[in-house]
T-cell receptor, first 114, second 112 residues
Framework: AQTVTQSQPEMSVQEAETVTLSCTYDTSENNYYLFWYKQPPSRQMILVIRQEAYKQQNATENRFSVNFQKAAKSFSLKISDSQLGDTAMYFC???????????FGQGTRLTINP | DAGITQSPRHKVTETGTPVTLRCHQTENHRYMYWYRQDPGHGLRLIHYSYGVKDTDKGEVSDGYSVSRSKTEDFLLTLESATSSQTSVYFCAITPGQFYGYTFGSGTRLTVV
């Protein structure tokens, strides 16, 4: 079975600080994809960043980067220079290659304070 | 935006009534999905479709049925709504696994 766990239900930081959201996953497969999605109060699900498991290099998208530790099955999201607009629910998700089921963690509610 | 729309955006219905939610895409993607979002559970897969008239169950499919008679439309039906089906429902599409899924704006369904 494929599971994703986000152990931090809520986090809060000051604007301009760096924050790291944790995610662990469990799969016996070797080829898979990992994603972080952002859900602001508008409810829209927005893809933030993605990582292919066979790539050792950590993905980066502007202020967002990941720390992918394949052996530890860990996929954390780092947000640098946090902004008020980063306030949202963040979901970690995994997708096994060849399967058709994107599996989500429970989410972390992130609040950026002015 | 990404060519996926859901309707309605909000709906309140009574226990025991049938409800149909609609997902429409303009991207011609083969795969379409229905998820529900509940606090503490993230998003969970209800059903998905891999082509016209080809569907399969997800992890929380009890009480739901789906239909896909055209590539662009994927319908989710609650045959007899229950209070436990109060949730936010998301439709999603994908051009390929690497790209992840693109989600619609969601339907908030309240069963009273």
């Amino acid at each position: 079975a494929q599971t994703v766990t986000q152990s931090q239900p809520e986090m809060s930081v000051q604007e301009a600080e760096t924050v790291t959201l944790s995610c662990t996953y469990d799969t016996s497969e070797n080829n898979y994809y990992l994603f972080w999605y952002k859900q602001p109060p508008s409810r829209q699900m927005i893809l933030v960043i993605r990582q292919e498991a066979y790539k050792q290099q950590n993905a980066t998208e502007n202020r967002f980067s990941v720390n992918f530790q394949k052996a530890a099955k860990s996929f954390s999201l780092k947000i640098s220079d946090s902004q008020l607009g980063d306030t949202a629910m963040y979901f970690c998700a995994s997708l096994i290659q060849g399967a058709q089921k994107l599996v989500f963690g429970q989410g972390t509610r992130l609040t950026i304070n002015p | 935006d990404a060519g996926i729309t859901q309707s309605p955006r909000h709906k309140v219905t009574e226990t025991g009534t049938p409800v149909t939610l609609r997902c429409h895409q303009t991207e011609n993607h083969r795969y379409m999905y229905w998820y529900r979002q509940d606090p503490g559970h993230g998003l969970r897969l209800i059903h998905y479709s891999y082509g016209v008239k080809d569907t399969d169950k997800g992890e929380v499919s009890d009480g739901y049925s789906v239909s896909r008679s055209k590539t662009e439309d994927f319908l989710l039906t609650l045959e007899s709504a229950t209070s436990s089906q109060t949730s936010v429902y998301f439709c999603a599409i994908t051009p390929g696994q690497f790209y992840g899924y693109t989600f619609g704006s969601g339907t908030r369904l309240t069963v009273v």
